[in-house]
């Protein structure tokens, strides 16, 4: 008799969510990655928003590129839909999966390399369009996968372990992500497990694209002194705009809170993100607001977190094509062709 097979029934004792599954049942395989990489900490806080949003691991439609972070989507949501696609390419392998089935929920997991390197055309792309997609970008200032080189993430100054200097620099990308049209944009920590938390839950919410610049440090080739993009360097500079909240449509909104120092966003499925403002000035509704807030972090040597800017109002890409309801790849042929009459006599009309 093989046991190979057997499906895996959950412990009477674990806690299931509302669809009655466990939180290991969002889980993935085992992680490949060094011990202590940031990236396993983001890939656990996935697998936590999910379960406990009740997400149908069915709906979800996991995207990639290349790089240890384009790994991650291996090690969560087994059940889910997956593509790992080409270095720097996913933006696109998005687009044309959410076109032909814009009922899926889309996450896509990019790393630094892959997003502002060779995949920064694609990126802007993407950005503009405010294509309903989680995209998160796991920053750790290097190419992991091909042993730490210097990605355009990189700030002026910092050193590699060989104590090579960057002498060119960064690319912000939650500043390219605000300008170029993004509609829900911060800047998290993988340390930092409450914060992105909450952000990961309302970007579930959201609709439109969702860009999460999160910093999650490279323990083999990008942790030392030196670098800006350690656990040490963040943990010191990490300076919040705002402290995120979030509350689900299935929770009842309570409404003990001060609007002269919390900004409570409605979400699109009716639950509510929280911001409790920590910079009191800080308005995340202005784009040049949030783009000179991060400009002038960077002059500072700031890491600035939070939400830096949210639009729940601007029509996404999927709402502006104007979609039949039925997703495009599930419509049979009759719909998505002319009948052989009507070309005929389109034929004839042009004869
Ligand atoms: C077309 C192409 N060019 C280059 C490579 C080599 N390559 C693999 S991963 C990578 C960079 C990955 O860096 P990043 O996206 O930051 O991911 P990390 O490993 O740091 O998580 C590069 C340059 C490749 N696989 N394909
Ligand atoms: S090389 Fe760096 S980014 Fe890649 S798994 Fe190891 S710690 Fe993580
Ligand atoms: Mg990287």
Redesign the pocket.
């Known amino acids: 008799m093989s046991f190979i097979n057997k499906p895996k029934v959950a412990h009477p004792s674990l806690r299931t969510n509302a669809l009655g599954m466990t939180r290991r049942q969002y889980e993935g395989s085992m992680s490949t990655l060094c011990a202590g990489c940031g990236?396993d900490s983001i890939t656990a806080a996935i697998v936590e928003a999910c379960w406990g949003l009740d997400m149908r691991p069915e709906q979800l439609v996991k995207l990639s590129?290349?790089?240890?972070?384009?790994k991650t989507p291996a090690y969560f949501m087994s059940r889910s839909h997956s593509f790992n696609s080409?270095?720097g390419r996913m933006p696109s392998v998005a687009t044309g999966a959410l076109m032909a089935n814009h009922t899926m929920m889309g996450l896509g997991v990019?790393?630094?390399?892959?997003?502002a390197s060779?995949g920064f055309g694609q990126f802007a792309h993407l950005m503009r369009r405010n294509l309903p997609l989680i995209y998160i970008i796991?920053d750790?200032g290097?190419?992991?996968?091909?042993k730490g080189q210097f990605?355009a993430t990189a700030d002026l100054g910092s050193t590699l372990k060989t104590g090579v200097i960057n002498d060119l620099p960064p690319i912000d990308t939650c500043v390219m992500a605000v300008e170029l049209g993004a509609t829900f944009v911060g800047r998290s920590f993988s340390g930092d497990k409450k914060q992105l938390l909450a952000m990961l839950k309302a970007a579930i919410a959201h609709r439109g694209t969702v860009m999460l610049d999160v910093i999650s440090p490279?323990v083999t080739f990008n942790d030392h002194e030196g670098s800006t993009k350690s656990y040490k360097y963040v943990q010191e500079h990490e300076e919040a705009v705002n402290e995120v909240g979030f509350v689900p449509s299935f929770e009842e909104i309570s409404v003990d809170y001060d609007p002269g120092t919390t900004y409570d966003v409605e979400m699109h499925d009716g639950s509510h993100m929280r911001l409790r403002k920590l910079h009191p000035d800080y308005n995340p509704t202005s784009r040049i607001g949030a783009v000179t807030a991060l400009m002038e972090a960077h002059e500072k040597g700031e890491v600035l977190t939070g939400v830096f800017y949210v639009d729940t109002t601007k029509p996404s890409f999927t709402d502006m094509l104007n979609l039949v309801d039925e997703p495009l790849a599930t419509l049979p042929e009759s719909r998505t062709r002319p009948s052989r009459q009507v070309l005929d006599q389109i034929m004839q009309k042009h004869q």
């Open positions: 990236h590129g290349i790089g240890c972070s384009s080409v270095h990019s790393g630094d390399g892959d997003t060779i796991e750790n290097v190419y992991g996968l091909t990605s490279c």
